[in-house]
């Protein structure tokens, strides 16, 4: 929205019109939905955004992370498994025979 001076956006139905629950920028077109702070100014008062309301975002699945996920696991858990197995029982062995 560019900046207009106050009444330039209006036609001669709005003008009749009063929408005093809608924050209006300088040219009459509501400002966009949210939490607005009235402000003081030297010149009077202004308003200032607090928070914008917006749509909800829209998302699209890109990667199958789930699908991604298990095939890593269903390569690597059996070799990682055996692994670990073997250096736990290692050292349960060795914390035995040291005693």
């Given at each position: 929205m560019f900046p207009t001076h106050?009444?330039?956006n209006r036609s001669e139905h709005s003008m009749h019109k009063t929408l005093k629950s809608v924050p209006h920028a300088r040219g009459d077109e509501p400002l966009p939905a949210g939490v607005y702070q009235r402000i003081s100014t030297g010149l009077g008062s202004a308003l200032r955004s607090v928070l914008y309301?917006?749509?909800a975002a829209t998302y699209r699945p890109r990667y199958k992370i789930a699908t991604l996920a298990q095939d890593?696991?269903?390569?690597?858990?059996p070799v990682n498994f055996e692994e670990q197995l073997q250096r736990a029982v290692a050292s349960a062995w060795n914390k035995a025979f040291k005693r």
């Open positions: 106050v009444g330039m309301f917006t749509r890593i696991f269903d390569r690597r858990f």
